[in-house]
């Protein structure tokens, strides 16, 4: 077994800082397997995007002197497959999102057709629909994907092309709408899904937007703004200063893998600070259970989070609730139990 040990990773752990407060409540695996294997995986196959949204990273970090468009190469994404398999009856989801736009990586649709033909389930696709041809819908549904969820973060085209810089409103709207329309006609059994973040440019919107996609789609998502570890300069009043901090539940329920087949810990680490191994060199099984994610979980279980340099300065946790996550929406809209 190989994953990055304390020594070499320096910029994990930082000085020793005072234990704070934690939050009354239930923390830790929901279900003994998940000791095992976390039951959300959620896998970036690339860092290249179409789009500048306003709210996102993406364009900030793209500007990094060592940013390098890359896609997931399809011997990652089979690696990741062959380690997901054997705990595929255990996930709560196994999401296509994070740092780019999935739909670009040319292997993309032979990447989901190999997840779900591995019996590896429910597949979720974040997406911003702005690529999604006739073909590529047709694919992704007759794969079938379980769940798509459309990014469109805004009611009217104004405001859409104000924060979805790049995107074409008509486009987008339109590729939607035919997805839902593709979806009846073959009778695929996908899930449709669109999204809003809660941010000033759209906070009038809100309400009309549910209205109107709710009667189109599936579910209607409303995002909190996060800061993305301080790399997005989201306004602090989406924060509360009072609340009393809470375990992380990422180190309980999720992992992220970047297009370089790394292992992260958190969705937000777009700059790839957290790594903890690779899957081509060892298992996602194995990274899960060592004692460096032990490590993590005491210091969050115990308030002490600032001793890691990324958790230390955080506002995202916030956005992070324990019964609120990315799952219970997935188990809504496929009529699953609520994990
Ligand atoms: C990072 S995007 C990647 C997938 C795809 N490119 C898309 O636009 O859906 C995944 C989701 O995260 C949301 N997102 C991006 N930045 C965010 C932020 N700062 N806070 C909350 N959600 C964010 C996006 O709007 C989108 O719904
Ligand atoms: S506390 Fe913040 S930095 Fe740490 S894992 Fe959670 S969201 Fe990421």
Redesign the pocket.
């Known amino acids: 077994m190989s994953f990055i040990q304390h020594d070499d990773r320096p910029d994990i752990f930082g000085e020793s800082t005072p234990t704070e407060a934690v939050a009354e409540g239930e923390f830790g695996f929901q279900q003994p397997r998940h000791r095992v294997f976390p039951p959300i995986v959620i896998v970036a196959v690339t860092n290249v995007?179409d789009?500048a949204?306003i709210?996102?990273?993406?364009p900030v970090i793209k500007k990094d002197r060592d940013y390098k468009a890359t896609f997931m190469t399809p011997q990652t994404h089979s690696r990741i497959v062959e380690q997901t398999k054997p705990y595929r009856d255990q996930l709560w989801v196994f999401r296509y999102?994070?740092?780019?736009?999935?739909l670009l990586n040319p292997h993309f649709l032979d990447m989901v057709e190999e997840t779900k033909a591995a019996g590896i389930g429910p597949v979720d696709l974040?997406?911003?629909?702005m690529s999604l041809t006739d073909e590529k819908m047709r694919r992704l549904l007759e794969a079938p994907v379980d769940i798509i969820?459309?990014?469109l973060?805004a009611y009217s085209k104004e405001t859409y092309e104000k924060i979805?810089i790049r995107g074409k409103f008509e486009v987008v709207t339109s590729n939607l709408k035919r997805l839902v329309a593709m979806r009846d006609e073959i009778g695929a059994p996908t899930k449709i899904m669109t999204?809003i973040?809660q941010q000033k440019e759209s906070l009038g919107e809100v309400a009309a937007f549910q209205q109107f996609w709710g009667e189109i789609v599936d579910e209607v998502l409303v995002?909190?703004?996060?800061?993305?570890l301080g790399i997005?300069n989201?306004s602090e009043t989406y924060f509360d200063d009072q609340i009393v901090r809470w375990p992380c539940p990422q180190f309980w329920k999720r992992v992220t893998i970047n297009q370089h087949g790394e292992v992260r810990f958190c969705v937000e680490d777009w700059r790839n600070t957290g790594i903890v191994g690779n899957v081509e060199e060892t298992t996602l099984a194995e990274i899960w259970q060592s004692s460096l994610y032990d490590e993590f979980r005491e210091l969050h279980a115990t308030g002490r989070w600032g001793d890691m340099t990324m958790c230390r300065g955080c506002q995202d946790w916030q956005?992070m609730r324990w019964d609120h996550g990315f799952e219970k929406a997935v188990a809504r809209v496929l009529g699953t139990e609520a994990p």
């Open positions: 995007c789009m949204c709210h996102c990273a993406h999102a994070a740092d780019g736009e999935s974040t997406t911003n629909a969820d459309v990014s973060d979805r999204s973040i995002r909190g703004l996060n800061t993305d997005v989201a956005h």
